[in-house]
């Protein structure tokens, strides 16, 4: 680092500027001074605030539009009849046990305050935002891609392409070894390279870590759920029946924290394997070598963020079978259900506790006290060092002495990481959570900074690299981009009761209206048709005699000649859903690509500027060289005359030459 | 042109090798010259006959595995049970009559044969070809952007880009007389352009010239279909019981063969009308204007020539009700049904009449005829004048007053056009007809050298014009390919058995095996409720008395309660349909996302020349400038000490000058 960046009395430097200016919260509202960023720490970091800053930018609209979207539910939950329907006490529905035994039957109405809650994120609102939020990325991207046109343009990188690197040692190393190998076989040796048959190994133990490390994430989720289920039955035994009620909330409450934590956990450890699985891979360059680890990186992590919501998305509470005939796992754990309220409600709160927790957590923990500890650490050891030589001590220090205490920079691969696996929480499953876009606004504004200050202050200094785009990054957001669509149009279809709402409101609703949608999506089970151990064990719980319980599915009622069958209704509503999905999901995408179509990648003034530019140069080019060709011709006749006024034309010579040197110096960056 | 084309004694020309080389059928095997072409008609040219190599070359694999498929098809013929089910006497099942009074009853027996037939283009492989297909076309896209790649680089384009070229004589009028409107307002003028206010009138009047030209193809099409079904009853009345089986077929073809000679007439019409409006909208450019006229001609022929088998392949068939509540429209005509064999059968007639007659009729009469004929006419305009003037009669005609006589360039757009719809035919249905690769590929051969022929032989020689690229059509091309994913997913999910299939054998098939499958899609429909004046005239006309008749639809059947309901069975099916649409859809597009992933579209090679070429043209530049300075060092040395050596020197000048003249001139192609 050049200079100090903080006390009064030291010299301005572009170090204290930036920290003044940019890495502190004070000016949050502020744009970054990129240019001053790129200057200080080259076209890479730069590239990658200014990216930052952008998409911080366009969660500001996002984040609105959630905002009135959730205001919205919250303004329609007492005109929403469904909920309604289920909170008045009159048409008290007695639904059929959540579990074997333990469970009891229990009272709709008791269902209400989720039910009630589940609407603010279930509701026609949501349709339009997920639209919104796939439009908005598509927007995004555009944006982005325009914002980094101008960029190259301002910092001159319009002509620059990367020269192709040199190969990495340990590229070299094997190929050496390699032809050395060939060499003791007595074969001649030519230009030896790495083939197909030489990576072969480091491949397979690729994919089989990739298998692996994939099939543990599932596994660690599957075992969450068992726990699950598990806890909650035995918690249901133990529990007083008042306190009953509590036990789902603490169940999917602890069960979710552990779920947080093994993300957490697992994310550092994922990152180490990732880098170790590259390195024994043996990419020829340090780019493909980013690549390659920022591809294996995602994919993890990717996996790993999002296992237990796919799961609460999709799986959750489907294949539970139906009363007198349930799904059981390893035979004695019985499949768990959606709370009453469906599973919405658990999707949106699996999301914000996931990801919240993930941002502070690894904002707080991982960017500020870790790096600060280490600093620290560092700090201690050199004071010791420093007790024992007092001369040294004397003298005052060199900067880089100084900043030698820091924390080396690790790359910038982290951080990316970070801000695509919010992405993915801001544009997957936003049709369940509204709010996520403010959220994650919230963090970035403080993420900003917060990096901002790490460069400035926590780490050494960075070689500035030269980067014309974010590179892997930008095809990983469009993946996620066009992923989105489709799993908004999931959730939305089959997660949310969107789709089974408009089938009762078109075909089954005689007054046109939402009243007996609830009736309606619930069948009825005959209590006599329960197998030996699976009723529950205090059938008097509610006060009365139950002879039919209600749960929530579309079968054939018990009087039907072939009862508890999946029933016409259900195919329906299966096929308005599949309906819905393509419908959407091709909507969608052909307005994306018309927005793609109609924002071009490079703006107007920029392409107008490229090109004139160009041509100047041509000509000032031209020029340059007929006003040598002429100066020459005049040399020439001066000769002839062999005149004793040759010498004074000298003068002119360099001028005109370091003219045309400067121009054809210049030329190298505008090729 | 230059030179000769025929004729021994004429001097070998460019012109001469390529009537040879290339625009003979003789050679139909041989790549083409491209380079040749290249050379005498431009690039632009040039890159459309390396498009349309490209494009036929693409066809051979595409229509080899169409072979293979139909092949299959008719090898599986016999041991398809469904088509063997309906062709066994034994179990001869009683359909109820197609149309109203004038049909009767009719055995299932009889559509054996479009039942076998349908067969053909109904099984599992055209599954399979059509996602060979889709991926088939994100191959040649991927091809073709590497081939042009290559021309690029090899006709020096690399650097080329398009410089904006001069408004338009019509724009610059428009903007001339809008500025003499506002000076006569004593507004002051500064450089004036059209606005979207001036534009607006334009642009409503293509909107609505545009909706009007869809509609009216929609009216042409709903026309014949009433010509179809008005005409079916008629002569269903009138014909003999023996002659009624032909009716359809007469029906059909009469009425396919009205759709083509429509189509074909309002091609040239909407080409006629597109070129009109584009000229009242007065784009700025001329490739502005280009692009809007192809834009809307593309989008007028598309529709024209793909309603009728939309209406087809999605409508027919579809909306008709049921015995004893059909649809009707205008309260007389009842909606026609599908054949026996079902509406694919219909589908791919329907299909391969309007792709080979197109062809055909557009090759040889608008390609060859008209041409030729127009060239006949001009030729004896110019016999009769010269008959009056016997003068110059005497003398040597020049060339070029000999190529007066041919027929002016038109432009590339007609024969893209034409390439670009039969591309559409090969994609966007190949489920329905997988042998559309294989006509495609036999007209695509003869094509190439007809255009050649006309190219050389019958057209004056066009202006070269450079292009880097096939411009708008590309974006086109790649528009059909992803609606061929989708349209595709709908043929074989919908038009197509597949799926019904599918379903009667994994959810109703006892022993595994498709027996039954026949009966299992036919419903039952009791005779006693055919509403008054619909039940057939000639109930024995199979010589026995039917009460129960059957018909293709998922319903109740009369003894049931809620009799004639769609039944259960229907909604399971359209639930699996599209479960199959979303899944075939994101499949393939998936696989053409990672086909279009694996291939880069630059040419490793390429990019290397072009890299070391870059460089090396700098280094060269260097040393040129640097030599130039060592010099005019040397010369200023020569002054100073005035030496009467100045003038052997002079020598050396003119040749390094030439060279970094060169060096300067070859530049502005590099850039």
């Not at 993300?263 to 990152?271: F, H, N, R, S, T």
């Not at 599915?553 to 009862?563: A, G, I, L, Q, V």
């Amino acid at each position: 680092h050049d200079g100090d960046y903080e006390g009064e009395n030291v010299e301005p430097n572009d170090r204290k500027l930036l920290c003044e200016e940019w890495a502190s919260y004070g000016v949050f509202y502020k744009y970054q001074p990129i240019d001053l960023v790129r200057k200080y720490f080259g076209e890479k970091i730069g590239l990658y605030f200014a990216w930052l800053g952008v998409y911080t930018q366009m969660l500001i609209p996002a984040s609105i539009v959630g905002i009135i979207v959730f205001l919205y539910g919250c303004a329609t939950v007492d005109e929403n009849i469904p909920s309604m329907e289920m909170c008045d006490q009159r048409n008290n529905i007695t639904m059929c046990p959540l579990c074997d035994r333990t469970c009891s039957y229990w009272k709709m109405s008791s269902a209400c305050a989720t039910a009630r809650a589940s609407h603010l994120f279930d509701n026609p609102a949501t349709v339009f935002f997920s639209v919104f939020m796939a439009l908005w990325a598509a927007t995004f991207m555009e944006h982005w891609k325009r914002k980094q046109m101008r960029l190259n343009y301002r910092w001159d990188l319009t002509g620059f392409e990367e020269e192709e690197d040199h190969p990495r040692a340990e590229y070299e190393a094997k190929v050496l070894e390699k032809s050395l190998r060939k060499e003791h076989k007595h074969k001649e040796t030519d230009k030896e390279k790495l083939t197909w048959k030489d990576r072969f190994p480091a491949y397979l133990t690729n994919f089989v870590g990739i298998i692996f490390m994939v099939s543990l994430t599932f596994a660690i989720v599957f075992g969450v759920i068992i726990y699950r289920i598990s806890t909650a039955a035995a918690l249901a035994i133990s529990s007083t029946p008042s306190g009953r009620s509590s036990v789902r909330v603490t169940v999917t409450a602890t069960a979710v924290i552990i779920n947080l934590v093994v993300i957490i956990i697992l994310d550092e450890v994922y990152g180490c394997i990732a880098r170790w699985l590259t390195q024994i891979e043996v990419p020829k360059t340090d780019k493909n070598f980013e690549e390659r680890l920022i591809f294996k990186a995602f994919l993890l992590k990717f996996v790993n963020a999002y296992t237990p919501i796919f799961y609460v998305a999709f799986f959750k509470g489907r294949f539970v079978g139906r009363p007198g005939d349930y799904v059981y796992i390893f035979h004695s754990f019985r499949m768990e259900e959606c709370a009453p309220g469906g599973c919405l409600m658990e999707l949106c709160i699996q999301l914000s506790i996931i990801m919240l927790g993930k941002q502070l957590i690894q904002n707080n923990l991982f960017e500020i006290g870790i790096p600060k500890m280490k600093k620290f650490i560092r700090y201690m050891k050199i004071k010791r060092r420093r007790s024992l030589d007092h001369e040294e001590h004397m003298k005052k220090k060199q900067r880089y002495e100084v900043d030698y205490n820091l924390e080396p920079f690790a790359g910038l691969t982290p951080e990316y990481m970070e801000m695509i696996i919010q992405f993915g929480f801001v544009t997957l499953f936003v049709a369940s959570f509204p709010l996520a876009p403010l959220f994650a606004l919230l963090n970035n504004i403080i993420e900003i900074r917060l990096d901002a200050k790490k460069f400035v202050t926590e780490l050494r200094r960075p070689v500035a690299v030269r980067a014309k785009d974010i590179g892997i990054w930008y095809n990983i957001l469009r993946g996620i981009g066009k992923l989105a669509v489709i799993i908004n149009a999931f959730v939305i279809s089959f997660t949310s009761d969107f789709i089974p709402r408009l089938v009762y409101l078109y075909m089954y609703s005689e007054n046109g209206t939402m009243h007996g949608f609830v009736n309606h999506t619930l069948s009825s089970f005959n209590v006599s048709d329960f197998q030996a151990g699976t009723a529950p064990n205090d059938p008097m719980d509610l006060g009365y005699e139950v002879q039919i319980c209600r749960y929530k599915d579309y079968r054939e009622p018990p009087w039907s000649e072939n009862k508890y069958d999946i029933s016409k209704d259900f195919w329906a509503v299966l096929a308005a859903r599949l309906a819905f999905v393509i419908v959407f999901q091709n909507l969608v995408m052909f307005m994306s690509e018309f927005v793609d179509w109609i924002i071009p990648d490079i703006p107007k003034d920029i392409s107008q500027q490229i090109h004139k530019e160009k041509v100047l140069m041509v000509e000032v080019f031209m020029r340059e060289e007929q006003g040598k060709l002429q100066m020459l011709e005049t040399w020439k006749d001066k000769d002839k005359k062999k005149g004793e006024n040759c010498n004074n034309h000298s003068p002119k010579l360099p001028r005109s030459h370091s003219g045309s040197l400067s121009s054809c110096h210049s030329y190298p960056l505008d090729i």
